[in-house]
Every structure is written in C-alpha cells, then in structure tokens.
C-alpha cells in the first residue's frame, strides 16, 4: 500500500491516479476527506502534516510514501514506527542551492536533510516551475493581455503529471533509492514565450506585458508571507535559481519525454476557455 499527500494537489493527483492504473492500493491523504475529490480506486484518508500524530493511521501498513516538503521532521519518524520501507520526496530546484538565507530554499532543504538522516530509504524529485501555474493568469487570459514580472528568466516548466510519473516509478521499486531527479519539461521558456503558445493552441490574441517588479511585490505580499516574497526575488531578480536547464530524468525514469507546454495548454484549454 502506498500513502500519497498532497494527493488532491497537481501532483499528487496525477501520482494517484497512476498508480491506481498499475494497481497499486493506495490512500490519498487530505485534511478532509468530505470534501476531497481523489481518483477513483484510491482511499481518501484524513491526516494533517503539521500534525504527525495524526499520521500513524494513515501510514500503518504503507509500504511507500509520497511526501510533501515543509513539514515537521516528525513526520519521518512516524513513517519509520510504521515500517514504512521508502520515501519519496517532492521538494524543487532550490533544494540544490544550499541557501538557507532563502525561506524556500531552506524549507525544502531542511526537508531532504531530515528525510536523509531518517535511515528511511529515499528518492528527492525536484520539479523546476510547474506548468500549472499559469492557471494564474486565467483572469488576464480572459481579458486578453498577462501582465507578469521577470520577462528575461527562462524556466524548463513542467507537466505536473510528468513529476507525479518519475514520483510513480520511484514510489513501485526500489531502483530509484537514494537518486535525486531533477524533473523539467523539454524547453526553457520565458514567460512571453508561454503566453505567446497559450494564445496559439487557444486561438486567440493574448497580449505578454511586463510587470515591474514593485507592482509584482506588491502583488505577491497580499497573498504570501514577505520571507516568501523575497525568496522568489531573490530567485528570479537575484538569479539565484537556475530553472531554465533542462534535464533528461523525465524520459530516463520513465521511458517517454516529457510534455511539451504547447501539449499540457491543449489538453488544458477548457479550462482556459
Ligand atoms: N508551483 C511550482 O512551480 C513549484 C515548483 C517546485 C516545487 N513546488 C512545490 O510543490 C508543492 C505543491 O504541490 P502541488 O502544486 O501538487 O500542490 P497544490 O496543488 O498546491 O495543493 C496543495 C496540496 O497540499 C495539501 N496540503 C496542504 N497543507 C496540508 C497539510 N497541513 N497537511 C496535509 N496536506 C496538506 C493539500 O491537501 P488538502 O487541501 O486536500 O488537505 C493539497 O493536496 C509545494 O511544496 C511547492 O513548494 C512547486
């Protein structure tokens, strides 16, 4: 049996989903399972990761678990009491900066630091920019023009459904143990870039605006806290945070490429319309 969190979230959905198809059991982990929506086939279960004790229900007889980042180290201990055998880690690129200045950085670190001094058994998968968040924009699609910061930073962005894939594989066996995959999509795009390819499978004009960095701050303090907000500038004004390589481990985990943006806007655009 197989325990995924953020099982009602873009990636652990698809993980889900995948592996209820390679007919794994598997309990998808929500803080409320009356109101959650999970793939059929799986088991909705109620546990909150800022509450590990609330975890041992969950995990007693979990092979396999797939793991949020920024959660209490706790956690691992309640995954080793239950005999949990491995962990498979979301964290992201910013993992490998060592930067512990950076409130994101640091979170996702510490998390793969405990998950490593666990003695638990480990996979770290570290998505670069998903492609989901251009959901974001959806209003400003609907109007026709996206106004959005750091026009000149490039990011491989990836198909959530791509990271839950290379989660699936590692989550099934036990080769991908102690591996760490950083997990793009094919092609670093800026963010006109993919505006530009949303207005072409979407058929319609949208317009790319800059958006200067004092009205994005401004923006993105009224939904985060500030250490977040500094650590994205840090990333993006900063260069901190190199998204823009593309790596192989999507096709060498799980034998095909990954998505492209134009095929995730495709198969996406009901939603955009
Ligand atoms: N977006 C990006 O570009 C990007 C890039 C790299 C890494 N990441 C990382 O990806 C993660 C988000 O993944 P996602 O986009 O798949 O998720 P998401 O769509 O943002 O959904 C969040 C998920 O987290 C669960 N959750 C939140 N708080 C919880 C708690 N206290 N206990 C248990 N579950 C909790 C929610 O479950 P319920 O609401 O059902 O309880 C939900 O399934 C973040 O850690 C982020 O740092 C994102």
Same mark, same amino acid.
């Given at each position: 049996?197989?325990?995924?969190?953020?099982?009602?979230?873009?990636?652990?959905?698809?993980?889900?989903?995948?592996?209820?198809?390679?007919?794994?059991?598997?309990?998808? @982990?929500?803080?409320?399972?009356?109101?959650?929506?999970?793939?059929?086939?799986?088991?909705?279960?109620?546990?909150? @990761?800022?509450?590990?004790?609330?975890?041992?229900?969950?995990?007693?007889?979990?092979?396999? @678990?797939?793991?949020?980042?920024?959660?209490?180290? /706790?956690?691992?201990?309640?995954?080793?009491?239950?005999?949990?055998?491995?962990?498979? @880690?979301?964290?992201?690129?910013?993992?490998?900066?060592?930067?512990?200045?950076?409130?994101?950085?640091?979170? #996702?670190?510490?998390? /793969?630091?405990?998950? $490593?001094?666990?003695?638990? %058994?480990?996979? #770290?998968?570290?998505?670069? #920019?998903?492609?989901?968040?251009?959901?974001?924009?959806?209003?400003?699609?609907?109007?026709?023009?996206?106004?959005?910061?750091?026009?000149?930073?490039?990011? %491989?962005?990836?198909?959530? %459904?791509?990271? %839950?894939?290379?989660?699936?594989?590692?989550?099934?066996?036990?080769?991908? /143990?102690?591996?760490? =995959?950083?997990?793009?999509?094919?092609?670093?795009?800026?963010?006109?870039? $993919?505006?530009?390819?949303?207005?072409?499978?979407?058929?319609? /004009?949208? $317009? =790319?605006?800059?958006?200067?960095?004092?009205?994005?701050?401004?923006? #993105?303090?009224?939904?985060?806290?500030?250490?977040?907000?500094?650590?994205?500038?840090?990333?993006?004004?900063?260069?901190?945070?190199?998204?823009?390589?593309?790596?192989?481990?999507?096709?060498?985990?799980?034998?095909?490429?990954?998505?492209?943006?134009?095929?995730?806007?495709?198969?996406?655009?009901?939603?955009?319309?």
């Amino acid at each position: 049996m197989i325990v995924v969190t953020g099982a009602t979230g873009n990636v652990g959905r698809e993980a889900v989903r995948l592996l209820v198809d390679w007919g794994e059991q598997v309990r998808a @982990l929500t803080r409320d399972p009356a109101t959650a929506t999970v793939p059929p086939g799986a088991e909705a279960v109620a546990g909150d @990761l800022t509450d590990p004790s609330s975890l041992a229900p969950v995990l007693a007889g979990a092979e396999a @678990l797939f793991l949020l980042s920024g959660y209490a180290p /706790e956690v691992f201990a309640e995954a080793q009491k239950a005999g949990v055998r491995r962990v498979v @880690l979301m964290s992201g690129g910013s993992a490998e900066t060592g930067d512990r200045t950076n409130a994101v950085a640091r979170y #996702m670190i510490d998390t /793969e630091d405990a998950l $490593r001094a666990s003695g638990l %058994a480990w996979t #770290m998968v570290r998505p670069r #920019m998903f492609m989901t968040n251009a959901f974001q924009w959806l209003p400003m699609i609907n109007a026709g023009a996206v106004r959005a910061p750091w026009p000149d930073v490039p990011a %491989a962005v990836v198909d959530p %459904a791509d990271i %839950a894939a290379v989660a699936a594989k590692a989550l099934v066996s036990a080769d991908h /143990e102690g591996r760490v =995959y950083p997990v793009t999509g094919p092609e670093a795009l800026r963010p006109g870039d $993919r505006v530009r390819i949303l207005g072409e499978v979407l058929g319609r /004009e949208i $317009r =790319y605006e800059v958006q200067p960095d004092d009205e994005a701050r401004a923006e #993105m303090l009224a939904q985060m806290p500030e250490q977040y907000v500094d650590a994205f500038f840090s990333f993006y004004s900063g260069g901190k945070l190199d998204e823009a390589t593309v790596f192989p481990s999507v096709e060498e985990v799980t034998g095909r490429p990954p998505r492209t943006f134009a095929d995730w806007a495709r198969a996406n655009a009901a939603r955009f319309r």
